[in-house]
């Protein structure tokens, strides 16, 4: 029997017919009030998650525990954050698994952090650096909100410093100058395992690829994802919507070999190119 609904977890109420939704504590007495009306807390707590409640006003909202995804939309943001059709994508290029460990650069509001946390489970760990000391205590909260404190050590760290963790099975690098971490990234990885960035323009991928390649990268693929959501109504047709978010930025990934025989070890060169944050 699936766990019931309590207090001090968060829930996920989904108005069904506008497709809003609100994340929301779950505290003794409290309640939460939307345009149509309450819904008081207590009225949620011993539900199962798929429940119906109905504000003051007759108004339904179906009541869920957050998805991983619903986690990262949802954090109090203070940068742009990694979109769903983009963390699938580097996921899986990162072949992130339970256990693992894996690093990160360019925490900013942690959104990436925490969907990272998930999938190393509790027995893996997540080392996310940022320049941004008052970027880091914002993403600890909304890394804490979502339950994986205990998964994610966070640190101050400027890209082009040596990272304080070695050996780590994958790396992810979101910051407007990847190429300037690259080379410290490379030797904090384990041989033979993957790297993936995202950056926003083409001179900044320019940059990126170039390094990588300096750094001992291969099999470096790039791409971009488009999503575009498809509306199904049973009485006007069914055809893609006119709005979509037409871009968010290109994706990268490759794996580190070891120098050859006889190659020199990779030199770590920085290569400029325009920043974004
Ligand atoms: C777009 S945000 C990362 C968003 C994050 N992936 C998420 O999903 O919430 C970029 C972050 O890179 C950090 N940053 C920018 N330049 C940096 C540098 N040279 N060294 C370290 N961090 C840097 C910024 O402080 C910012 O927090």
């Known amino acids: 029997m699936a766990e019931l609904l309590g207090y ?16 929301v504590r779950l505290e003794e007495g409290k309640e939460f009030h939307t345009h149509r009306g309450g819904i008081p807390h207590d009225a949620i707590a011993g ?39 983009d963390a699938g994508w580097i996921v899986l290029a ?13 925490t900013g509001s942690g959104a990436m952090t925490i969907l990272l946390a998930q999938l190393v489970g509790p027995t893996g760990r997540v080392y996310t650096f940022d320049r941004s000391a ?34 780590v099975d994958a790396v992810f690098l979101d910051l407007p100058s990847p190429w300037e971490a690259i080379p410290a990234a490379g030797e904090a990885l384990a041989p033979g395992r993957p790297l993936a960035l995202l950056v926003p323009t083409a001179e900044q991928l320019k940059a990126s690829v170039g390094a990588l390649q300096g750094a001992g990268f291969v099999r470096i693929e790039v791409v971009e994802i488009l999503e575009r959501p498809i509306l199904v109504r049973q009485r006007e047709g069914v055809r893609p919507s006119e709005r979509m978010t037409a871009f968010t930025g290109y994706l990268v990934a490759g794996r580190l070999r070891l120098p050859p025989p006889g190659e020199r070890p990779p030199a770590s060169g920085p290569l400029g190119a325009g920043s974004s944050e």
């Open 94 to 106: 990162l072949d992130l698994r339970p256990g693992a460990r894996v690093l990160e650069m360019g």
């Open 134 to 167: 008052e970027f880091l205590e914002n993403a600890r909260l909304n890394i804490a909100r979502a339950g994986y404190a205990g998964r994610v050590e966070a640190g101050l760290l400027t890209a082009g410093e040596a990272f304080p963790v070695r050996g």
């Open 8 to 23: 001090g977890e968060d829930v996920l109420l989904v108005e069904e017919a506008r497709g809003r939704t609100f994340l």
């Open 47 to 85: 539900l199962p998650e798929g429940s119906t409640v109905l504000t003051h006003t007759g108004h339904p909202f179906v009541v869920f525990r957050p998805l991983v995804g619903d986690r990262m939309f949802k954090v109090k943001r203070r940068t742009q954050i990694v979109y769903p059709k």
